[in-house]
């Protein structure tokens, strides 16, 4: 079964920092690109940011919300995705999802998402 | 920064068709793709590059692009397609990725 399962949500004051995971099976995860995608409370969907696979590099791109603060990184070795968020504020509380992008060609889309794990940023 | 306008609410009746539309001044450049989400659930693709539908995914369901705006349409809605729709894209480069606000399709 194409699975992907987040980690590592919680409670973290203002300023601090948490890592989340995403772990991967049923899939060639090496393969694709993996992105990030957060729900606040009541809100809507709202992107976090990317990393390519290994054939471009590795590559990351950010959200404006986010860049200097977070990291993405992946571990194709053990199948997972990572999240290090730093320098949190209370507008990061949500929900934050890891989600494939779909390996078809000129295709973005987000075809298997995980649950969701939750991190409130509160003091 | 880039946005995608959805509007907030839709209501049908069953049986009737829903049209969600999604205005983007990137559209025409960019594909679009939307989301299924029900309470306390992930999102679900039910479409891709605008009009492609997965498998799994009824074929109430379609996707269309005309300019600047694409449109979710379900045809013959049921009960079961209450929930929130999300379009998503990306900006004129391609690089940056966006959802729209969403909107709640509420089968009266």
């Known amino acids: 079964e194409v699975q992907l399962v987040e980690s590592g949500g919680g409670l973290v004051q203002p300023g601090g920092s948490l890592r989340l995971s995403c772990a991967a099976s049923g899939f060639t995860f090496s393969d694709h690109y993996m992105d990030w995608v957060r729900q606040a409370p009541g809100k809507g969907l709202e992107w976090v940011g990317r990393?390519?696979?290994?054939?471009?590099?590795?590559?990351?791109e950010y959200a404006a919300s986010v860049k200097g603060r977070f990291t993405i990184s992946r571990d194709d070795s053990k199948n997972s995705l990572y999240l290090q968020m730093n320098s949190l504020k209370t507008e990061d509380t949500a929900v934050y999802y890891c989600a494939r992008v779909s390996i078809m060609i000129n295709s973005d889309a987000f075809d298997i998402w995980g649950q969701g794990t939750m991190v409130t940023v509160s003091s | 920064s880039y946005e995608l306008t959805q509007p907030p609410s839709v209501s049908v009746s069953p049986g009737q068709t829903a049209r969600i539309t999604c205005s983007g001044d990137a559209l025409p450049k960019q594909y679009a793709y939307w989301y299924q989400q029900k309470p306390g659930q992930a999102p679900v693709l039910v479409i891709y590059k605008d009009s492609e539908r997965p498998s799994g995914i009824p074929e109430r369901f379609s996707g269309s692009s005309s300019g600047t705006t694409v449109t979710l349409t379900i045809s013959g809605v049921q009960a079961e397609d209450e929930a929130d729709y999300y379009c998503?894209?990306?900006?004129?480069?391609?690089?940056?990725?966006?959802f729209g606000g969403g909107t709640k399709l509420t089968v009266l």
């Open positions: 990393t390519r696979n290994k054939a471009n590099s590795y590559t990351t």
């Open positions: 998503q894209s990306a900006d004129s480069s391609g690089t940056y990725k966006v």
